[in-house]
């Protein structure tokens, strides 16, 4: 059986990132120190080969894809929206530290007021991720890349990666990422994927497991 591969990569940097900004649905597209990392990231000649190209439909990613990948046309998964953090949306941990909403949140006590619920997002980009298989079996292509925003790729490897790791430590620099194997019948039955190698590659250590 034909295995599949993703190619994950974070968007390149925004002003709100340099900022240390909630940014999660502000649609802001890249910073000028972000499109030249990226383009120097391109002209290094280290990206993966992609068949297919998926990105979220948030500028930054959308910018990112045509810097990387100017040749391809992205396909938009909604699903692949960063996370929505309501009222806290463009704010710094400076800014909201006398909220008493904010220290709820960051203890883990409440969701973030006018939010996303955590529950609702972890189910979106799940299926953010079907979908992606879903098109690249149909469409008989075993290599893609998909271009997403931090919080999504930490999350949903947190919950479907392994080797198995906190989303903490799946963290990645804007124009990295990794890449995926998937395993139709291991995907199948449990929904996993396995964590293969980074980007650009750096011969990813895997706990002896794989």
């Not at 999504?152 to 919950?159: C, D, E």
């Amino acid at each position: 059986m034909r295995t599949y591969r993703i190619h994950f990569i974070r968007h390149g940097l925004t002003e709100g990132n340099s900022d240390g900004r909630y940014i999660g649905v502000t649609d802001l597209g890249l910073s000028e120190i972000g499109a030249d990392e990226l383009t120097r990231v391109r002209l290094k000649g280290e990206l993966p080969e992609t068949g297919l190209l998926f990105t979220s439909p948030l500028k930054r990613c959308l910018e990112t894809c045509k810097l990387l990948f100017p040749e391809t046309e992205p396909i938009v998964i909604e699903q692949l929206k960063e996370f929505n953090f309501g009222d806290f949306e463009n704010k710094t941990a400076f800014e909201l530290a006398g909220d008493p909403r904010y220290t709820e949140w960051t203890a883990g006590k409440a969701g973030a007021p006018n939010g996303e619920a955590s529950a609702d997002f972890t189910q979106r980009i799940v299926l953010g991720l079907n979908l992606m298989v879903r098109k690249m079996m149909e469409n008989e292509v075993f290599e893609a890349t998909a271009v997403m925003h931090g919080g999504v790729m930490m999350t949903l490897f947190s919950l479907c990666a392994l080797p198995q790791r906190r989303a903490v430590e799946w963290t990645s620099d804007p124009g990295q990422g990794y890449t995926a194997l998937i395993t139709p019948s291991l995907y199948g039955r449990s929904g996993v994927i396995e964590i293969i190698d980074t980007i650009p590659s750096t011969a990813m250590p895997t706990d002896g497991k794989y």
